[in-house]
């Protein structure tokens, strides 16, 4: 039973280029998190999805950052135009249900370090 | 601001003696946390987690104690091993969908 898988694992960009990262959940999992890790910082949430609706994305910036789950496929975490700051650790995590009361399982993380 | 937070940045313990990991919380509404194990170049593992209607859950080898009065949680690994040299993260659950992390501490096991 395979874990959260996230692809890539690590992504180099320049300024004003665009990242994707991918995240496929576990098994039998429609609930989908994304969050962000700053080196020697805890992980800080971005948005929360299901599949083909966003549920909460009111740690995600207003600007350049997007997110989608389709109804088939994974994830996808979207940067355009990256900047300097959006280096971190991007990770990926799924319940098999809602609320935060579900354990949510983590993903290996991308690592992306904009240049 | 975040509402989680832990006493001490870094934790050194000998093999084989406990080890013992704080947390403090600051809104007396939250019912739900979770301990994480980060492992360097990994993602958060999920450990051990409780509610707010318990005080003391226990694992295989890590036992979770949570005083309401006080709004602190602490992790104790009986028996401490080299695999268990990570960043732990207490987390906290239960409001809306999110969940909160602290800053992590980080425990290194000594020889």
């Known amino acids: 039973n395979a874990g959260v898988m996230q692809n890539p694992r690590h992504l180099v960009r320049r300024r004003g280029q665009e990242a994707r990262l991918r995240c496929s959940p576990m098994k039998g999992h429609s609930h989908v998190y994304w969050y962000r890790q700053l080196p020697e910082e805890g992980l800080k949430f971005m948005v929360y999805?299901?599949?083909?609706?966003?549920?909460?994305e009111s740690g995600m910036p207003k600007e350049r950052f997007s997110a989608e789950f389709p109804k088939e496929g994974p994830s996808i975490l979207r940067i355009q135009q990256v900047v300097r700051g959006d280096s971190a650790a991007y990770f990926c995590?799924?319940?098999?249900?809602?609320?935060?009361?579900?354990?949510?399982?983590f993903g290996p993380g991308t690592r992306l370090l904009v240049l | 601001g975040e509402s989680v937070g832990l006493h001490l940045p870094t934790l050194s313990v000998q093999e084989g003696d406990n080890s013992i990991i704080n947390c403090a919380y600051s809104?007396?509404?939250?019912?739900?946390f979770i301990w994480y194990k980060q492992e360097s170049g990994k993602g958060p593992q999920f450990i051990i987690d409780?509610?707010?209607?318990?005080d003391k859950r226990q694992g295989q080898r890590v036992t979770v104690l949570l005083n309401k009065t006080v709004k602190h949680l602490s992790l104790q690994i009986a028996a401490t091993q080299p695999g268990d040299s990570a960043v732990y993260f207490c987390a906290e659950g239960g409001r809306d969908d999110k969940i909160i992390f602290g800053k992590g501490t980080r425990l290194h096991i000594l020889p």
């Open positions: 999805l299901q599949k083909e609706n966003i549920i909460d």
């Open positions: 809104n007396s509404a939250s019912d739900y």
């Open positions: 409780i509610r707010s209607n318990m």
């Open positions: 995590a799924s319940s098999p249900g809602a609320g935060s009361q579900e354990t949510q399982y």
